[in-house]
């Protein structure tokens, strides 16, 4: 399943420290940034940030003078568990030359079974280092509503859900001559009573996951767990096919493997399908074989 970046963007020019919350700093305080400095800030988000739950806060300077972001903290109250306080060093130069930090946003704080939640009010602080040497405070709103922070929290959200009604994940494995191998999705029921679709399960960039014996020709739904029944059983066959040079060059989601799940004929969910060290280790000699491949050619 292919997502796309998102971004949400705040334009804010800080005059006379119009940009800081709060009461007026006391004397330990940082002092607020003097209106000569003009930040722009918004939120990204790439392949590698999904990977590793982060988003890139892109910071451009639109002042008249050099300014040194020194920290930064994304403020984002429908997460929790997030990097905090961020010491950078991260010069902006005149212009409006975008710079980068990556920071972990968290995971997101769900209620109920809400799976289109609204994320709260958020905001990046800065502490930023002027060229008399200064360094003061201030805070940028982001847009709210904001299109990344709600996409984030669903994503969040809709797999706490999912987790409390079933799992999703591999059984066994068996290596095969040809260096693929064969194993199970396995469905198993938690809390959800009613009928559990796997309408259908995909590889990662790498690795191709299919049922057999019919592979591709496998008719979709690929299993249904009916009400009643615990457990639910798919034979499969894991192979490198999707092994390209190009797949070796996007190799930053080497074991993703997207599902979709429907509960009581709703609208199919994406989940993915849950790996362990058992995973690593079966898929490693196929990647291991792909890569070695492409290498002597």
């Known amino acids: 399943m292919k997502r796309v970046w998102l971004a949400a963007v705040a334009v804010i020019v800080v005059l006379v420290g119009a940009a800081l919350s709060g009461p007026t700093p006391s004397r330990t305080e940082q002092p607020a940034a003097p209106a000569a400095v003009q930040m722009r800030v918004e939120l990204q988000q790439g392949r590698v940030d999904e990977v590793r739950h982060t988003v890139q806060i892109a910071m451009n300077n639109d002042g008249p003078a050099k300014i040194t972001v020194v920290q930064v903290e994304l403020q984002a109250p429908s997460f929790k568990g997030g990097a905090g306080p961020v010491t950078v060093d991260a010069p902006l130069p005149v212009g409006g030359l975008r710079v980068d930090v990556p920071v972990s946003y968290g995971t997101g704080i769900c209620t109920g079974d809400d799976l289109k939640p609204r994320s709260a009010a958020s905001h990046v602080a800065f502490k930023v280092r002027t060229e008399d040497g200064q360094v003061h ?120 493997f997207p599902a979709f799940v429907s509960l009581d004929g709703g609208d199919p969910l994406y989940t993915e399908l849950k790996i362990t060290d058992v995973e690593v280790a079966a898929f490693k000699p196929v990647i291991d074989a792909c890569a070695a491949g492409y290498t002597q050619m």
């Open 137 to 256: 405070a201030l805070r940028l709103p982001l847009a709210s509503p904001n299109a990344m922070l709600d996409k984030l929290l669903a994503i969040d959200c809709q797999q706490a859900y999912l987790d409390r009604q079933a799992t999703f994940t591999f059984g066994p494995w068996t290596p095969l001559p040809s260096g693929w191998v064969t194993g199970t999705v396995v469905v198993k029921r938690v809390g959800f009573p009613g009928t559990i679709t796997l309408q259908e399960f995909t590889g990662s960039i790498l690795l191709e996951v299919m049922p057999i014996p019919l592979r591709e020709a496998t008719p979709k739904p690929y299993g249904v767990l009916k009400p009643g029944e615990d457990e639910l059983r798919i034979p499969i066959i894991v192979d490198g096919e999707r092994c390209t040079p190009h797949a070796l060059a996007e190799i930053k989601k080497p074991y993703v």
